[in-house]
């Protein structure tokens, strides 16, 4: 009887020190967006070179209400970045470039399931709606040098889209209030067309994250 008194202790003491505290918490993060523009099509003519770079630094800043153990809502504001492309031209006889940037920030709402492992370790996927903001940039610069002419212009455009995602990660608990969180997360992404029906983007969104968490 009094070991399993003992036992029962035990156990009620390990679920005790192992459950979650409630409440709300805020977090921040770092990332790396490797989501990068298709090159625009050469039609494989001579002195027409075409590259394209990953949208790079992200960063995203939020907060959170964590209900129980397993579960919590999410909503943040991030910055993913601005990815570019272009195509130059140096055929002898024209002398340009075209370059394509398409800069994206969302506002996010993400619904968080939780994994406690032990006191410090938890595992997290989550699933998230994102009202994405896009700017698209478009500038040209063409010269005839033998003839003396050369052209600057440039266009803008802007578009928004209710996009899904999802991710996983884990957090680490330093203290009471303060946790390390580290993230993998995708998300999905509409085409964008320049003027001539060409898609500039395609792929979806992959993003590394790391940051910090702080609950009240």
Do not use: C
């Amino acid at each position: 009887m009094k070991k399993i008194i003992a036992v029962s202790v035990l156990s009620l003491a390990a679920l005790s020190a192992h459950a979650a505290e409630q409440g709300a918490y805020v977090f921040g993060n770092l990332g790396y967006n490797f989501a990068k523009p298709q090159q625009l099509d050469t039609h494989g003519v001579d002195g027409l070179n075409s590259s394209s770079s990953a949208a790079g630094m992200s960063w995203e800043l939020g907060g959170g209400y964590r209900f129980n153990d397993y579960f919590a809502l999410e909503a943040s504001y991030a910055d993913f970045g601005k990815a570019k492309t272009s195509v130059s031209a140096r055929t002898g006889v024209i002398d340009g470039n075209v370059d394509v940037s398409l800069a994206t920030t969302a506002l996010r709402l993400a619904a968080v399931g939780i994994l406690p492992v032990n006191n410090e370790l938890e595992l997290f996927a989550k699933v998230s709606l994102n009202q994405m903001y896009f700017k698209g940039s478009v500038n040209a610069n063409v010269g005839i040098p033998e003839a003396g002419f050369e052209q600057a212009g440039s266009a803008s455009a802007k578009q928004n889209h209710l996009r899904p995602g999802i991710g996983f990660g884990a957090t680490y608990k330093l203290n009471k209030q303060v946790a390390l969180r580290g993230e993998y997360e995708y998300l999905s992404l509409p085409d964008w067309k320049l003027p001539n029906g060409a898609d500039v983007m395609q792929n979806g969104m992959h993003v590394l994250k790391a940051g910090v968490s702080y609950s009240f």
